[in-house]
């Protein structure tokens, strides 16, 4: 069975600081995908960012980025210059290749303080 | 583009009536389609997924159950709703074996209260 956590239930950062969400995995396969979805307080859930277990380049888009560690099982999520508009809960999820379920993290809420 | 819709935004239902809910998609075709339940402050649960039509896979034992009449619906039903069904309900599509990416686009979601 794999795993997700998330191992912050909330963060705060002041507007335009940068800040760095933590998700660590575990799964016994070897080609795997990872996402970080966005849940704001309209609770449509918006996926932000994707990796590639095989890719070895970490993903960006526009303002985020991941730190990916495979070896560690680590896939952090950096956001830079952040908005108000970044204040949303934050799921960490996983999907091994060749199965589309995602297994999700219990989520970190992020409130960015103007 | 592609679409995915539900219904009813939001539902408040006496504990032991029936539950349907529904979830259609537009703009794609052979979806694969899913159900999750996410209580309050906790991260998402799967409930069922659908590979095609009449094809159920249940995630979790309880009472609710799924179907899949056509192609891009989606559908959530319970016979007798319990109070522990509470929660917000989200639907989601995936483009299943031609996906590249496994990624799941999700539904604006249904916020169920049962009393």
């Known amino acids: 069975a794999q795993t997700v956590t998330q191992s912050q239930p909330e963060m705060s950062v002041q507007e335009a600081e940068t800040v760095t969400l933590s998700c660590t995995y575990d799964?016994?396969?070897?080609?795997?995908?990872l996402f970080w979805y966005k849940q704001p307080p309209s609770r449509q859930m918006i996926l932000v960012i994707r990796?590639?277990?095989?890719?070895?380049q970490n993903a960006t888009e526009n303002r985020f980025s991941v730190n990916f560690q495979k070896a560690a099982k680590s896939f952090s999520l950096k956001i830079s210059d952040s908005q108000l508009g970044d204040t949303a809960m934050y799921f960490c999820?996983?999907?091994?290749?060749?199965?589309?379920?995602?297994?999700f993290g219990t989520g970190t809420r992020l409130t960015i303080i103007p | 583009s592609q679409t995915i819709h539900q219904w009813p935004a939001t539902l408040v239902q006496p504990v032991g009536s029936p539950l349907s809910l529904e979830c259609t998609v537009e703009?794609?075709?052979?979806?694969?389609l899913y159900w999750y339940r996410q209580a309050a402050g906790r991260g998402l649960q799967l409930l069922f997924y659908s590979v095609g039509i009449g094809q159920i896979s249940s995630e979790v034992p309880q009472n609710l159950s799924a179907s899949r009449p056509q192609d891009r619906q989606f559908i959530l039903s319970s016979k007798k709703l319990l109070l522990s069904d509470s929660g917000f309900y989200l639907c989601?599509?995936?483009?299943?074996?031609?996906?590249?990416?496994?990624?799941?686009?999700f539904g604006p979601g249904t916020r169920l209260t049962v009393l």
């Open positions: 989601a599509w995936s483009r299943g074996k031609v996906s590249s990416y496994n990624e799941q686009f």
């Open positions: 990796q590639e277990a095989y890719k070895q």
């Open positions: 703009g794609t075709s052979n979806p694969n």
């Open positions: 799964t016994s396969e070897n080609n795997y995908y």
């Open positions: 999820a996983l999907s091994n290749f060749g199965n589309e379920k995602l297994t």
